[in-house]
């Protein structure tokens, strides 16, 4: 389609954008003794030309800015800004608004601009349309596409730009926004700020907001209750949990007028209220403040979860005594109290006055527990592989490693990496044995493996290092002694 409609731009658009420009240029002349200012398009004579030099930096003679400075004598080909600017007309109840793109260029000694429209939009309340330009492109012509959703278009990067920076990022709403606006906008609050935005016309919000300002009466209403935040995560995100074709509180936000009160005393906030029906379909009720720490997707699972160990409704009414508790918590912490073997009956154990200290105090007595019975498997499959007493020969001595500290000990001194062992010595796949000199039984010197078998399957000492000669015939030795003796035995019995 053609271009939908002929809009006048506002006048000094052409100004606007140059004063917002990005750079400023300064174009001297040491010979006629002047400075021409891009940003305020003034030419002023004075002596400190003298001193400017191309492609330095300086400040505006006239208004201060500061800019980079271009002898006037060099061309300035290619020195070209770009970027997009939206702005507005009205007509009566309607608002026009057009988004621009525009280059400026430096050529010459005055920049000049040049504008060609990339969207137009046409907003009142009975309809908010959108149309967006399509340039020439390998397989048509340019034209106009009418879209079904209101918004701002990103700028677009190009086939050949297309890992980096569009070339019309820069996108800027222009001072019309705040006195062109047709009547139907009259109570539209243009602050984006208060949304959540970084800049007070930012014009992504801006565009979004206006349409569903004009499209949904809740968004009114919702304003002038106080629950900004909903419009806000709608504007955003177009996070909707609402009935935007509801015409009272009630119906947009499908809650009693007893629950608006809390709902709103609680901040208002979007997230949590998909959270707040789930729990009451359910036939629960959970606070505001409850409901913005809990998922969604987990609620319902969580409310079955606690059912099982007691009355769910207690239990929300106790995360809400607590700072910040999450349902998958308190699971979490039953589980512990289960697995411990504590009186689940009990009032102390099921809403612990601090919650914190509780589940913190419960974890750690599980890991004490889960180390217990992992010293007690460790003991146990040492003393089925090996169990044997300490064997001493020649200035050396054998013996069995008692616990998992012993062997992260023998690794931090010799610099192997016996201490990954333990799993496996607990699961009964081998036995580590400590070779040490009979002077210092404390000190570790070499680390011995043996499999299911009783067979040797590696010896180390320092750093990986293979046994000495006397280690060696120490070993054999043992072997004869201890090892053989008892398979000997074994087999006699
Ligand atoms: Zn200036």
Same mark, same amino acid.
């Given at each position: 389609?053609?271009?939908?409609?002929?809009?006048?731009?506002?006048?000094?658009? +052409?100004?606007?954008?140059?004063?917002?420009?990005?750079?400023?240029?300064?174009?001297?002349?040491?010979?006629?003794?002047?400075?021409?200012?891009?940003?305020?398009?003034?030419?002023?004579?004075?002596?400190?030309?003298?001193?400017?030099?191309?492609?330095?930096?300086?400040?505006?003679?006239?208004?201060?800015?500061?800019?980079?400075?271009?002898?006037?004598?060099?061309?300035?080909?290619?020195?070209?800004?770009?970027?997009?600017?939206?702005?507005?007309?009205?007509?009566?109840?309607?608002?026009?608004?057009?988004?621009?793109?525009?280059?400026?260029?430096?050529?010459?000694?005055?920049?000049?601009?040049?504008?060609?429209?990339?969207?137009?939009?046409?907003?009142?309340?009975?309809?908010?349309?959108?149309?967006?330009?399509?340039?020439?492109?390998?397989?048509?012509?340019?034209?106009?596409?009418?879209?079904?959703?209101?918004?701002?278009?990103?700028?677009?990067?190009?086939?050949?730009?297309?890992?980096?920076?569009?070339?019309?990022?820069?996108?800027?709403?222009?001072?019309?926004?705040?006195?062109?606006?047709?009547?139907?906008?009259?109570?539209?609050?243009?602050?984006?700020?208060?949304?959540?935005?970084?800049?007070?016309?930012?014009?992504?919000?801006?565009?979004?907001?206006?349409?569903?300002?004009?499209?949904?009466?809740?968004? +009114?209403?919702?304003?002038?209750?106080?629950?900004?935040?909903?419009?806000?995560?709608?504007?955003?995100?177009?996070?909707?949990?609402?009935?935007?074709?509801?015409?009272?509180?009630?119906?947009?936000?499908?809650?009693?007028?007893?629950?608006?009160?809390?709902?709103?005393?609680?901040?208002?906030?979007?997230?949590?209220?998909?959270?707040?029906?789930?729990?009451?379909?359910?036939?629960?009720?959970?606070?505001?403040?409850?409901?913005?720490?809990?998922?969604?997707?987990?609620?319902?699972?969580?409310?079955?979860?606690?059912?099982?160990?007691?009355?769910?409704?207690?239990?929300?009414?106790?995360?809400?005594?607590?700072?910040?508790?999450?349902?998958?918590?308190?699971?979490?912490?039953?589980?512990?109290?289960?697995?411990?073997?504590?009186?689940?009956?009990?009032?102390?154990?099921?809403?612990? +006055?601090?919650?914190?200290?509780?589940?913190?105090?419960?974890?750690?007595?599980?890991?004490?527990?889960?180390?217990?019975?992992?010293?007690?498997?460790?003991?146990?499959?040492?003393?089925?592989?090996?169990?044997?007493?300490?064997?001493?020969?020649?200035?050396?001595?054998?013996?069995?490693?008692?616990?998992?500290?012993?062997?992260?000990?023998?690794?931090?001194?010799?610099?192997?990496?016996?201490?990954?062992?333990?799993?496996?010595?607990?699961?009964?796949?081998?036995?580590?044995?400590?070779?040490?000199?009979?002077?210092?039984?404390?000190?570790?010197?070499?680390?011995?493996?043996?499999?299911?078998?009783?067979?040797?399957?590696?010896?180390?000492?320092?750093?990986?290092?293979?046994?000495?000669?006397?280690?060696?015939?120490?070993?054999?030795?043992?072997?004869?002694?201890?090892?053989?003796?008892?398979?000997?035995?074994?087999?006699?019995?």
């Amino acid at each position: 389609m053609e271009k939908p409609y002929n809009l006048k731009r506002p006048a000094g658009l +052409e100004d606007y954008v140059i004063a917002h420009a990005d750079v400023t240029y300064l174009i001297f002349s040491k010979k006629e003794e002047t400075v021409y200012c891009t940003r305020c398009r003034k030419l002023t004579k004075t002596r400190e030309a003298e001193w400017m030099e191309h492609k330095g930096k300086a400040l505006c003679p006239h208004c201060g800015q500061e800019g980079e400075t271009l002898n006037k004598r060099y061309g300035r080909k290619g020195i070209t800004e770009y970027g997009r600017v939206l702005w507005f007309r009205k007509h009566g109840r309607i608002t026009f608004a057009q988004l621009d793109e525009y280059d400026i260029d430096y050529t010459g000694v005055k920049p000049t601009v040049r504008f060609w429209p990339s969207a137009q939009y046409r907003l009142c309340k009975d309809s908010q349309e959108y149309y967006k330009h399509r340039p020439e492109g390998c397989w048509h012509g340019e034209y106009w596409e009418k879209k079904s959703n209101v918004y701002l278009p990103a700028p677009s990067t190009g086939m050949l730009n297309c890992f980096c920076k569009p070339k019309y990022l820069k996108t800027e709403t222009h001072d019309s926004a705040w006195d062109c606006l047709g009547t139907d906008l009259k109570y539209a609050n243009t602050d984006m700020l208060r949304l959540g935005f970084k800049d007070e016309l930012d014009p992504y919000g801006l565009i979004i907001y206006l349409a569903a300002f004009l499209k949904w009466q809740a968004v +009114e209403l919702l304003e002038k209750a106080g629950f900004e935040n909903i419009v806000a995560a709608k504007v955003k995100h177009s996070y909707s949990v609402v009935n935007w074709r509801g015409n009272s509180l009630r119906k947009i936000l499908r809650l009693m007028p007893a629950e608006i009160k809390e709902f709103r005393a609680a901040g208002g906030h979007a997230v949590g209220l998909d959270v707040y029906r789930t729990v009451k379909e359910k036939g629960y009720h959970m606070s505001f403040k409850q409901t913005k720490y809990e998922n969604t997707w987990a609620i319902e699972g969580n409310l079955e979860a606690i059912g099982k160990y007691t009355d769910v409704q207690k239990v929300l009414d106790y995360l809400d005594t607590q700072l910040c508790v999450r349902t998958n918590d308190y699971i979490d912490y039953m589980k512990d109290c289960k697995t411990l073997g504590y009186d689940m009956n009990r009032k102390s154990v099921l809403f612990p +006055e601090d919650f914190d200290e509780a589940h913190r105090k419960t974890s750690e007595r599980i890991k004490i527990e889960a180390d217990a019975l992992k010293q007690a498997a460790f003991e146990k499959n040492m003393e089925k592989l090996y169990g044997k007493p300490v064997f001493e020969s020649d200035g050396l001595i054998i013996r069995g490693a008692q616990n998992a500290t012993e062997l992260r000990e023998e690794s931090a001194a010799l610099g192997h990496c016996v201490r990954t062992y333990v799993d496996k010595v607990c699961r009964g796949d081998c036995a580590i044995l400590f070779i040490r000199k009979a002077e210092a039984p404390e000190k570790p010197y070499y680390t011995l493996e043996i499999n299911k078998d009783g067979k040797v399957v590696q010896c180390r000492g320092q750093r990986n290092c293979s046994m000495t000669e006397e280690v060696e015939a120490f070993v054999e030795l043992w072997k004869q002694n201890v090892m053989t003796k008892s398979k000997k035995r074994k087999e006699a019995a």
